[in-house]
């Protein structure tokens, strides 16, 4: 459960108001975790047009329905890491209890970006350890969601979050 969704259990709870799903939270947390994978894109200092077509085809096998929407969502991830700049942010904005299943999806994906080109660089490497750190993740398991990425084929279940 994220910051802002135990704040408004909180509020709720104190002022006898009846608490209702909130989609922009969703849609918040669904943008902090293309947010990360941008982030992990953008890590090497370039983003190569490699990267930033792996890019569109997980956040579209994941996130969005059409290319269309996926790059429009990549877009507006790509100008909220610009201004937020920090990776734990971004994972507190996606609550404490996405389930492993989702969190480890989110470790291949981010695997597959950095992978993109061919070559995972020292800093993209560096950077997918620390996610898979605050996601909770020992380093077996972080090793484990890097074997096997290749090109992201088999990370795109399409299941929204």
């Known amino acids: 459960m994220s910051l802002i969704t135990r704040l408004r259990a ?31 894109a953008r890590a090497d200092g370039v983003l190569a047009p ?47 209890e996405p389930d492993a299943e989702a969190r480890r999806r989110l470790l291949a994906m981010a695997w597959s970006v950095a992978n993109a080109d061919g070559v995972i660089h020292e800093f993209e490497e560096a950077l997918v350890w620390r996610l898979g750190r605050l996601l909770g993740f020992d380093d077996a398991a972080i090793g484990q969601a890097r074997e096997g990425v290749g090109d992201g084929r088999g990370l795109t279940a399409p299941s929204a979050q």
């Open 50 to 96: 490699v990267e930033t077509e792996r890019l569109a085809r997980l956040v579209e096998g994941r996130f969005a329905q059409t290319r269309v929407e996926a790059e429009a969502l990549i877009a507006r991830a790509a100008a909220f890491d610009a201004q937020t700049r920090d990776m734990a942010v971004l994972v507190e904005m996606m609550g404490h």
């Open 10 to 40: 909180y509020a709720a709870d104190a002022f006898g108001i009846a608490g209702q799903p909130d989609v922009a939270e969703e849609a918040d947390e669904r943008l902090a975790a293309i947010a990360l994978l941008v982030h992990v």
